[in-house]
């Protein structure tokens, strides 16, 4: 068997990360999240103006560029990679629980600000129906990178993977005897790299 693909140039985790999430993808969310944030609080100050309520402690956003938000990511696999998932974000930074990767890559505020304001496009002409329009134009990007970087052998495999969830999404599946099983069809992850004639 012979690799194929420029994923055979990969020496890192982070050059394989590198080849899909690209830095033009990190560059607009970077742009549509400063965007938004600026927006939030020039309304707010506005406002303070309106109703003459200048004692109360002005809040500013502080651009992001795309180094944070690569920080901001890594951030979310570590915690993904320690199972915090259930965790309080304030555990994850607090002295206590010695994780110092939290607190020496950002503060917990900054990271609360960060996940409240990024965006993916600037919400104009979005289909309402869609319920992954907000992210659509980004996926659709990343989809493009598949298979530019990953021939595939004739030999694969398509399976499937139970994944506890709790909470609402339309494609949930109930089946007493096992987990909670996820059930929906991805033509790109399927048909992405090769014709399927």
Known sequence: KTKSGSSTKVQTILDSF??????????DIVFHTNRYAEQYFDQIQRSR??????????????????VELESFIGLLIQSDINRSNHELLSELWDISQSRPLYRAT???????Y???????DDGQGRNKTDRLAPVRHMFERFVKQLPRHLIPSENLTID????PFRGRCHFVQYIPK????????????????????
Do not use: A, C, G, H
């Not at 590198?18 to 560059?27: A, I, M, N, R, S």
């Not at 499937?160 to 994944?163: A, G």
């Not at 096992?178 to 991805?186: F, N, R």
């Open 160 to 163: 499937e993977q139970l994944v």
């Open 18 to 27: 590198k080849l899909f999430v690209t830095d033009e993808l990190l560059d």
């Open 114 to 120: 960060i996940l409240r304001f990024i965006r993916f």
């Open 178 to 197: 096992k987990s909670v099983k996820l059930t929906s069809t991805w033509d790109s992850w399927v048909y992405l790299s090769s014709n399927p004639d």
């Open 49 to 66: 103006q309106e109703f003459n309520t200048t004692k109360l402690k002005s809040r500013w956003w502080i651009p992001m560029d795309r």
């Open 106 to 112: 950002m503060s917990l505020q900054r990271f609360k």
